[in-house]
């Protein structure tokens, strides 16, 4: 008998040695599956993360990591980076040119549901790719998709089915971007089955490679998510972040503001308004992010006070690192962007100063809408 057996959520070996590494499973269950010869087993972290939505830490082995998506360059493979559209610069993987060698990659842009309905695709396409081809790499296909509400993924799929008739897929991501819900939808369309791999809102989901193999003989591989301290999903609680992660589209909530003004995105994002005529700043976050105008002299004593209080998410502001902004000036229409929160549109001609807790996700683009 082959003592050697799979989590069926996060592709993890199971072992009963270390309930903090991977694949963690009690001596007792993990003899029984090895008994039964049953090969449908979750490990107690996915057991856990499925039925009762808690999620158990676990030290992933970076070296291991590493070897594998190394190891990519040296396989016949088409490359699928899957990226969260909102932390998409801390969700393009920038180390992706070293470990795609001479493959194709091609890049997916998730969660295209939260943007508004009149947002233009071109557009964020041309943004996704000036913001590829700045870091070196040269996406052979992007594609907006949604994977959780299972949209706009026909394209995608038609892709994928092409390509895997000469050679196998790879997906790889930051973690929280989605990848698991994709694969999933994709398995979903083109099988039948279902949920294999563990989805949550919990970044660091998906341990070791897990592989669905395909008729065609080639296989779909998924590949751990990737953990950074840029995204704002690895330093939140889980309630935090569930409130902060936008679940419908976002709806612009407008603020006519003049320069001396500040708006606090809950407890996690603030703009000052410096230089420029009275506008309108429209916010686009999640509804559960609760919206504050006052005046930027009272604003660093107004978030002391109201802090995970009535500017919520955080509900707890112990954990954070304090706020850290940076100063832009808009040449352009443009979105000031609070990664994985949301982003605000200012006008041209403005001078603005953007924070979040060390600032985490901080950036700008032409304005999308
Ligand atoms: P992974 O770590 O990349 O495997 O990410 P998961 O598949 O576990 O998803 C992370 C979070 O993003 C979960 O809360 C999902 O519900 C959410 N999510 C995934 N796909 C979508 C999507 O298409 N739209 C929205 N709004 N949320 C999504």
Redesign the pocket.
Known sequence: MDDEIICIGCGAKLQSDDPKQAGYLPASALKKAQETEDTDVYCQRCFRLRHYNEIMPVDLNNDDFLALLNSLAEKKALVVN?V?LFDFSNSLLSSLKRFVGDNDFILVG?????FPLNTCQSKIKDWMRQEANRMGLHPKEIFL?????Q?YLDDLIEYLNKASQKEDIYFV????????????AIIDKMGDIKDL??????????LDRIEIPLENGHYLA?TP?IMSQNQL?TRLNPKD??SA????PLKPATFQIKPGNTIFLGGLGRIDFIKGDPAGFTVYAARAVTLHRTKTSNADDFYQKHVAEMLTPPTGSDYLPPLKGQEYHTDFKSDLLFGGIGFVTVPANCVVKTYTPDKIGLGIRRALI
């Not at 991501?173 to 999933?184: A, F, P, R």
């Not at 992660?245 to 419908?248: L, R």
Request: net charge positive; hydrophobic share 30%.
């Open positions: 899957v969260d998730n969660k295209f549901d939260l998709i949604s994977a959780a509400r949209k991501g930051m973690t929280n971007v989605g990848k698991s819900t994709l694969i999933n791999i563990t989805t949550s809102r919990f970044p660091g989901t998906t998924d998510g999903a972040l569930e992660s936008p679940k419908k």
